[in-house]
């Protein structure tokens, strides 16, 4: 995984986006459904994104959304309208772990479920090659699209787990 400072517009330095296969294109973007997911809230995981988010100003809670890339994800963490990236390879990632408790699914509705055990969320982990563990909360509005977003990738389809909790 590696760490990057955004363009104001959200975008990742020319240089790093071309290492990882660059963009898609207006059409590729249409064809696949879209490259963005859902919005999630960053935890922690890495050390120069945590100090990031410690030092930037403001107690708002630091969002983070992916972007999928031809040979990798970009991952846009916002807080308080200050980016940073982070730019990870598909080769790199070894497990993208998405959790929920088990209670949330019983009955079916994964929204009845939530209001009433009071739980808000789920949590997502990717794992790379190199020991990082990027950490994040996933809302119950995120959780199914984000489901669906790792799914359609199909080189990632293979190192994306769902795991339900006791």
């Not at 079916?108 to 909360?137: D, M, V």
Request: negative net charge.
């Amino acid at each position: 995984m590696q760490v990057c400072d955004l363009e104001p517009q959200g975008s990742a330095p020319w240089e790093l986006l071309r290492k990882y296969g660059g963009k898609f294109g207006l059409f590729e973007k249409i064809k696949m459904g879209g490259v963005g997911s859902p919005k999630i809230k960053y935890i922690s995981g890495l050390p120069e994104v945590d100090e990031f988010v410690e030092e930037t100003a403001g107690n708002d809670i630091p969002h983070l959304n992916f972007e999928f890339l031809k040979n990798g994800l970009l991952a846009r963490i916002n807080k308080t309208q200050y980016l940073k990236g982070v730019m990870i390879a598909y080769d790199e990632i070894t497990l993208i772990n998405l959790s929920i408790s088990e209670k949330l699914l019983s009955q079916g509705n994964i929204f009845e479920e939530l209001e009433k055990t009071n739980i808000r969320s789920a949590e997502l982990i990717i794992e790379s090659l190199h020991g990082e563990t990027l950490t994040c909360e996933v809302s119950t509005q995120a959780y199914m699209n984000l489901k669906k977003y790792f799914q359609k990738n199909r080189i990632l389809q293979n190192k994306f787990h769902l795991e339900i909790l006791k």
